[in-house]
């Protein structure tokens, strides 16, 4: 009979393998050899009565049981390594936290992350990644996600941390040459940035629950590609207040519509530590929560 810690071993050669993506590396990774992780995992599968990965003498692959297996187990090695960091350490607020945050934010965080949050926790380390990709945080190994906008994921712990408003936008130029709208009908005439996530499009909606469908002369899945795009004269863009509040106080982009608001959009923090969050996770979720406060509805 297995011992639990065997278990316990096999399992983290396992998540090595998975992660690393052969034997070998895996092997690097714990100081060991290939032929004990391979031994490792093959009692695990044993246990477990099922194949978690497709062998070749090229390639490592996880089968369906294989992904469905580590999409659980991983958050759970990882809240075991993070209960072993805090017991050995007087300070827990430190390690690694490694975090995706959506492009028409990052320079905006970044600069309260750098300015604010570093000083604040000299130990934890931070690794940012801008994507407005949504990232998948256990293959990836991200510990924190920032998602502007709805959440379908049901296999994240999520925090709604603020409630940003969105603006109409438009360049001067543009707006001289193809004239000021002023109704939600003159909007349907102009050209817009649009704002597409695979075969989406995302409509214009306003406070009030209506939405609008308005044809896209440039559609990106990037905001911050939204925002380059109306700064150089494309259309109308729908952006997040926030991430062109200089624009708009410089006058190099113009608000539409003032007096009929949009509605506002949820920017929520993601991660898969179930209900017991790393304290980095919080520290950083509860300082982004603080830094967009002035700004959130």
């Known amino acids: 009979m297995s011992t639990g810690l065997e278990s316990i071993s096999g399992l983290h050669a396992f998540v090595r393998a998975a992660e690393a993506g052969s034997f070998s590396a895996a092997a690097r990774l714990a100081g060991t050899t290939p032929s004990a992780v391979s031994k490792s995992v093959e009692r ?4 477990l009565g099922v194949k978690l990965f497709l062998r070749s003498t090229r390639s490592l692959a996880l089968t369906v049981d294989g992904t469905a297996y580590y999409e659980r187990v991983a958050p759970l090695l990882r809240s075991l390594d993070e209960a072993s960091d805090v017991l050995s350490s007087d300070d827990p607020a ?3 936290l490694r975090v995706s945050l959506p492009g028409v934010l990052g320079p905006t965080l970044v600069d309260h992350l750098t300015g604010g949050f570093i000083p604040r926790y000299p130990d934890i380390k931070l690794e ?3 994507t407005d990709r949504h990232v998948d945080l256990v293959r990836e190994g991200f510990d924190v996600a920032l998602r502007v906008g709805a959440v379908e994921a049901a296999d994240w712990m999520v925090r709604r941390i603020a409630t940003l408003p969105l603006v109409l936008v438009a360049a001067p130029d543009w707006l001289d040459r193809a004239g000021y709208p002023s109704t939600r009908d003159d909007l349907l005439q102009a050209a817009h940035v649009r704002y597409r996530l695979g ?3 995302y409509p214009i909606r306003f406070a009030d629950g209506t939405e609008l469908a308005i044809d896209g002369a440039f559609d990106t899945d990037s905001g911050q590609a939204m925002r380059t795009a109306a700064l150089a004269g494309v259309g109308i863009a729908q952006l997040l207040r926030l991430a062109v509040a200089d624009e708009l106080a410089a006058g190099r982009l113009v608000q539409l519509l003032p007096h009929d608001p949009l509605a506002a959009i949820p920017v929520q923090a993601l991660h898969a530590f179930g209900r017991l969050a790393p304290l980095r996770v919080r520290l950083f979720t509860d300082f982004l929560a603080e830094a967009l406060a002035p700004h959130s509805i």
Request: charge should be positive; charged fraction near 25%.
């Open 44 to 47: 695990l599968e044993q246990r």
């Open 94 to 96: 430190r390690g690694l």
């Open 128 to 130: 940012i990644s801008i």
């Open 199 to 201: 075969s989406h499009a």
